[in-house]
């Protein structure tokens, strides 16, 4: 077989080589995706060995126990709280019911003359019907209160009169028998008054009669 040379001849040999550029073939074999790697694998679940049960019921166990001794002390903080509140007001309370200083009132003998009266009103009332044997001693007690401690008296009677106003139906008896009472006392004073005052004209009257006699006489 002929080639064209440089004359314009084709030799045979220009058949057997290889072109400059040779096409790209693929293998039919080959898989594009067998060459990719493939990724890692999901993790099977491992399922709980007894010791991880047995460190998960203590943790349960420690928080559970943890939380009642947090419950326990906040209630015990709080019973002390209550309890000291209840001891700084009972406190002060009874340091509100003692006369200022400047008063010049002394609890000690007020005390002991209120106890002596007391106990006088029970001796006069020994003998006389269980109602009056306990009302007169606590009302001689209560009336000597007033005459040797007027201060602590009043300042006892606010205290109780704040506590009666939390008690509607307490406090409006209260004020009915207190207002009955001091407008018998005012009565009773009035009258006595005016009893008081005929007596000393009566007196004045038949003073100056035995004086005019007397002097009639002479």
Not at 176 to 198: C, F, I, P, Q, Y
Not at 202 to 216: A, L, P
């Amino acid at each position: 077989m002929l080639c064209w040379n440089s004359i314009g001849v084709v030799s045979p040999q220009s058949f057997n080589k290889k072109p400059i550029y040779d096409d790209f073939r693929e293998n039919p074999t080959s898989n594009p995706t067998n060459s990719r790697s493939s990724g890692p694998e999901p993790a099977t679940p491992r399922r709980p060995t007894p010791t991880d049960r047995l460190a998960a019921q203590i943790r349960v166990a420690r928080l559970s126990l943890h939380s009642q001794a947090a419950r326990a002390e906040d209630s015990f903080n709080g019973f002390m709280s209550r309890l000291l509140d209840i001891e700084s007001n009972f406190t002060n309370t009874v340091a509100s019911l003692a006369p200022p200083k400047e008063s010049g009132e002394k609890l000690l003998p007020g005390v002991l003359y209120t106890l002596v009266s007391s106990m006088a009103g029970s001796i006069v009332a020994r003998n006389r019907n269980i109602l009056v044997r306990g009302i007169f001693p606590v009302a001689v007690g209560v009336g000597a209160g007033w005459v040797f401690l007027p201060i602590t008296m009043r300042n006892v009677g606010d205290l109780v009169w704040r506590w009666e106003e939390k008690v509607p139906a307490i406090s409006e008896t209260h004020l009915r028998v207190r207002n009955s009472t001091e407008h018998a006392w005012h009565m009773t004073k009035t009258h006595w008054d005016l009893g008081v005052n005929r007596i000393s004209e009566f007196v004045s009257d038949g003073r100056e009669k035995v004086q005019e006699w007397v002097r009639k006489g002479k």
